[in-house]
């Protein structure tokens, strides 16, 4: 049985883009998908919070390397808000349809783009002002319950 593949679908095959692997990468990730066994390993570069460059590697079949092919074109220069909610109907519709077997392969593609994503946020979280007031608030309310802590302690070892 053979796929119905779009002339797009099978460029991206023959002539992937962005594949690879970026140097001093600030986040990396691997995905996989347990039925087909396809993997997809990402790699990505943050600039002014907008995707300087992405790349990945692939260890699938013909559309897992169309589809993240054609998804880091698409994602290249987004805010990083907007790339979290890229959507895997956006690959579909960009690669003129894909056949209904292959539709989880846009799917993998946009989970690796989510857990790349998610690994650079988790690696370069900052405190913001209001959290470092909060956080202020709770050493000083521990560091009063403390102090409260030890006078009660005094007091009843000295009523002892
Ligand atoms: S067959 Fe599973 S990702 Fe392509």
Known sequence: MSLNYSKKTLKHFRQPKNIGEIKNPDAMAEVGNMVCGDQLFFTLKVKDQKIKDIKFLSFGCASNIATASV???????????????????KIVAELEGLPKQKVHCSVLAVEGLKKVIAEYEKTNKKVSPVDKKSVKKIIKKKSVSKEKNKIVKKKKTSKK
């Open 71 to 89: 998804m880091t074109e698409m994602v290249k220069g987004k805010k990083i808000e907007d790339a979290k909610n890229f959507d895997w109907n």
